[in-house]
T-cell receptor, first 115, second 111 residues
Framework: EAGVTQFPSHSVIEKGQTVTLRCDPI?????LYWYRRVMGKEIKFLLH????????ESGMPNNRFLAERTGGTYSTLKVQPAELEDSGVYFC?????????????FGPGTRLTVT | GNSVTQMEGPVTLSEEAFLTINCTYT??????LFWYVQYPGEGLQLLLK?????DKGSNKGFEATYRKETTSFHLEKGSVQVSDSAVYFC??????????FGSGTRLLVRP
């Protein structure tokens, strides 16, 4: 079974540019989460999709971030325009169902550097 | 609000040494608790978990016990190997099923 995949693995862009990150969850997983780790600090929740619907987007930092999940399959996270403080590692995770015992499987992350 | 605090690293040990990485949490209710590990160049992997008080999670020689009275979930291993060098994250799952992580602890094991 293929794991969670993310693309690209690294992205270096200039301040003010746009970047789109992609996440492909494990097949059959309805739940998809985005997290990020900034400046070696704690990993913070961004948002949670259930199929194509946004269940919880309380962690999205501002309106420069737009997440979509077309058809309940892969998800994209667009940052427009990027700022220096957006640099960090963006992780995607998926799970079969939400719940205390259901593991969230993480992808390898996308390292974003904004210069 | 919910939060997780774990000891700052890096933690440097010699091979076969005993490992403890402290983790305490603040939460309403009794959340599930997790340890995730990130090996160099890889994504986060679930190492172990505990879903209720006094549960002990274990995997690959690592253990952690859910201590309600001290709100702790310390990670331990009796004899570390060079291959255990990684960043370890303690986390809790809140009532809306999102994970809340600590800041991570880098472990470096020297031969």
């Amino acid at each position: 079974e293929a794991g969670v995949t993310q693309f690209p693995s690294h992205s270096v862009i200039e301040k003010g540019q746009t970047v789109t990150l992609r996440c492909d969850p494990i097949s059959g997983h309805d739940n998809l989460y985005w997290y990020r780790r900034v400046m070696g600090k704690e990993i913070k929740f961004l948002l949670h999709f259930v199929k194509e619907s946004k269940q919880d987007e309380s962690g999205m930092p501002n309106n420069r971030f737009l997440a979509e999940r077309t058809g309940g399959t892969y998800s994209t996270l667009k940052v427009q325009p990027a700022e220096l403080e957006d640099s960090g590692v963006y992780f995607c995770a998926s799970s079969q169902s939400p719940g205390r015992t259901y593991e969230q499987y993480f992808g390898p992350g996308t390292r974003l550097t904004v210069t | 609000g919910n939060s997780v605090t774990q000891m700052e690293g890096p933690v440097t040990l010699s091979e076969e040494a005993f490992l403890t990485i402290n983790c305490t949490y603040t939460a309403t209710g009794y959340p599930s608790l997790f340890w995730y590990v990130q090996y160099p160049g890889e994504g986060l992997q679930l190492l172990l978990k505990a879903t209720k008080a006094d549960d002990k999670g274990s995997n690959k020689g690592f253990e952690a016990t859910y201590r309600k009275e001290t709100t702790s979930f310390h990670l331990e291993k009796g004899s570390v190997q060079v291959s255990d060098s990684a960043v370890y994250f303690c986390a809790l799952m809140d009532s809306s099923y999102k994970l809340i992580f600590g800041s991570g602890t880098r472990l470096l094991v020297r031969p």
